[in-house]
């Protein structure tokens, strides 16, 4: 090798060398990157449990069993027509996919109904936070005139009393009380039942440690939730639940989801100004199945809804790329019960 020949080798070799260092050095940026994105995702989510346990209402196998059996009975109804899960309906995700649901006369309700579905991470119940927890939010649809149209507590528990099945069931569940059939324990059956209906998803094996539960575009999504700024109302393990937030900072909500009526949402419990408009923030575990979305139903596809919240609550206009990013990593929260607690 002449002289020249080798001084022209060396310099390849060298170049080869540094491209190879530049090449590690990259990888191990980027991994270095994907793992403070998995570090800062697990402090932002949290881990999801595998039920949502009650100190004032211990779950037990055998309350789980009895609200079960309420959950799908249609004579929770007055006319034998309605069940919860006619309106959350567990083969689809704990709704029925309908703007508004029919009730018992055939008459909708004024909003949509929520998934039952890890309901009980939520830390209050309705569109409007009325309720504390889902064992007060069972007994409120099945005395609803619109909903099950039940005349009274009384008038429930006095059918119920009438079936023999359910006089060992509830004498099971509630063992030491003289008169277990009360509207108190079917509230209380039919929220262990709900407490169990978890769904975790392929974004949990991520948050476990599992870094190809995602695929990259997965995690870019994940990435432009998070710096967007939708974690403000969609962070904790539910990924919503967690908040009373005005609908439309910064904006009205009806002129972007054409909705027919204006809902004026917390403030027709409170009678107070400034709650005017002001919605719990949905979880988005499943949301990809839970359309339509808003709590009219008023939208039902999911790209227009992510580009409306990032409008009207953020002041942000998302571009196609971002919101397709969003919209894949918003379907790794997709997750389903066992088939054990459906009918």
């Not at 509230?187 to 991520?206: C, H, M, N, V, W």
Request: net charge negative.
């Amino acid at each position: 090798m002449n002289k020249i020949s080798y001084l022209a080798y060396a310099v390849a070799l060298t170049a080869l060398i540094a491209c190879g260092d530049e090449k590690t050095e990259t990888k191990e940026v980027e991994q270095k990157e994907l793992t403070e994105l998995q570090e800062r995702a697990k402090t932002l989510f949290g881990e999801l449990p595998e039920l949502v346990d009650n100190p004032e209402n211990p779950i037990t196998e055998e309350k789980v069993i009895l609200g079960k059996q309420l959950y799908f009975d249609v004579r929770l109804s007055k006319d034998n027509t309605q069940s919860c899960n006619t309106c959350h309906n567990l083969n689809t995700f704990g709704v029925d996919n309908l703007p508004t649901s029919p009730g018992n006369d055939g008459k909708n309700g004024t909003r949509n109904s929520p998934t039952v579905l890890n309901a009980a991470l939520h830390t209050s119940q309705f569109w409007d936070g009325r309720n504390k927890d889902v064992e007060e939010q069972a007994g409120g649809p099945i005395l609803n005139p619109v909903e099950m149209a039940m005349p009274s507590e009384e008038f429930v528990i006095e059918r119920l009393s009438e079936i023999e099945e359910y006089k060992a069931l509830f004498a099971k569940a509630f063992p030491e009380e003289e008169q277990p059939i009360t509207y108190k324990n079917l509230q209380k059956a039919i929220g262990a039942f709900e407490r169990k209906l978890i769904t975790p998803s392929k974004f949990d094996d991520y948050l476990a440690g599992n870094d190809e539960a995602l695929n990259e575009q997965e995690k870019r999504g994940l990435e432009t939730f998070m710096t967007t700024g939708c974690i403000t109302c969609h962070s904790g393990n539910a990924l919503g639940g967690q908040l009373i937030q005005k609908f439309g900072l910064f904006g009205n909500y009806w002129e972007l989801t054409k909705s027919e009526k204006i809902d004026e949402g917390r403030f027709e419990v409170t009678q107070n100004e400034a709650d005017k408009y002001f919605f719990k923030s949905p979880s988005l575990r499943n949301i990809e199945k839970t359309y339509p979305y808003f709590h009219d139903g008023s939208m039902k596809n999911l790209d227009e809804a992510v580009k409306i919240m990032a409008k009207l609550q953020l002041n942000k206009e998302l571009t196609d790329k971002e919101t397709n990013d969003i919209i894949a990593f918003l379907k790794t929260l997709t997750g389903d019960v066992p088939q054990e607690f459906k009918q």
